[in-house]
């Protein structure tokens, strides 16, 4: 089945419209999955799963879904203390070549992994939820990652994220950047990135529900009124690009510190290659030293500094009409 365009996309925005009221604590796919997450302790009044089944629901608004045959081996996992658990999702559609969901679930923490990645044929960018809360701090990354470059390709930047301005500005008012980020990473975001961190509190939860469920509208349109690219060489472009993407996202992603604490290092390793940044070793046989060899030693090992090679943007790097203003 093809994507269906859905209803247009609001031209303005009303914060008070789209907020719902404070989330619940359980929010349940399967009788079998309210089973298995009544082992863990939950002490926050946030659920992430109420970010998944919106999303699953709008897509199945504009085509079908097909399990993945991920789901197999990523479903369920418990930690290694078995105080926490870890919930996986994963399906296939037209013109969609992954979308996967990862929740982990403990006594002090939740974390939210969502990410939609576009089949090789289509330049959208890349749909990217990164959330971490505990009972005191959140930590947030919200975007649609471009699959090309942003700062120096204009018509690029002009074709999917000119008309969005204003719904960056609208959230990014309200969530102040975050901090340090690299020149490397910077070239994996878009002018509307939410990158954000802030004190837990029920009213930002809400605030953040609406700008997932606004950004991935805005990305449903784009994917659904996308063209299917017949140049093979920008196939080959956009196939590179991903597997760049995903090659930079399986060395530095920073929940790797998680996994490995909560499953050990080999389901850790097994869990980021195979299902989280799925087609890493599949759609390109490029390392990360081939597309960053500034972060290559001498000794032909990662450099100790890695995470700050090149210049670091303490403030946002674009203005107020999506220039970027970093240098």
Sequence with gaps: MEFRIGASYPSTFSLQSSLLPPLKSVTTFTPDWKRRRSTCIQTFSVSYHNFVEFALDETRCHTHLTPSPLQE???????????????????????????????????????????????????????????????????????????????????????????????????????????????????????????????????????????????????????????KETDESQIVLNLEAQHRYLTWRVEKDPGQGVLKKLIGDTLAKDLLRSFLFNGVDQLGSKTFYDYFPQYCTEEGTLHKKGNIVGKSFENRPWDVTGEFIGG
């Excluded at 605030?207 to 997932?212: E, Q």
Aim: glycine share 4%; charged share 25%; proline share 5%.
């Design 73 to 227: 081996k990523f479903s369920f996992m418990n930690s290694k203390d078995g105080k926490g658990m870890l919930s996986m999702l994963s399906f296939e559609a037209a013109k969609i070549r992954l979308l996967r969901s990862l929740i982990i679930e403990t006594e002090t923490m939740q974390v939210f992994d969502f990410a939609v990645f576009p089949e090789a044929e289509y330049d959208v960018p890349i749909f990217c939820a990164n959330f971490f809360t505990s009972a005191k701090t959140n930590i947030v990354v919200l975007d649609l990652n471009p699959l090309h470059d942003v700062i120096n390709q204009h018509e690029y930047k002009d074709k999917y994220f000119k008309s969005l301005i204003p719904l960056g500005l609208k959230y990014t008012q309200l969530f102040p950047w975050g901090g340090k980020l690299t020149s490397e990473s910077i070239k994996f975001f878009s002018p509307i990135v939410i990158w954000t961190k802030f004190t837990s509190d029920p009213q930002k939860y809400d605030i953040l529900y609406s700008a997932f469920k606004d950004y991935y509208k805005v990305w449903l349109e784009m994917i659904c009124k996308s063209v």
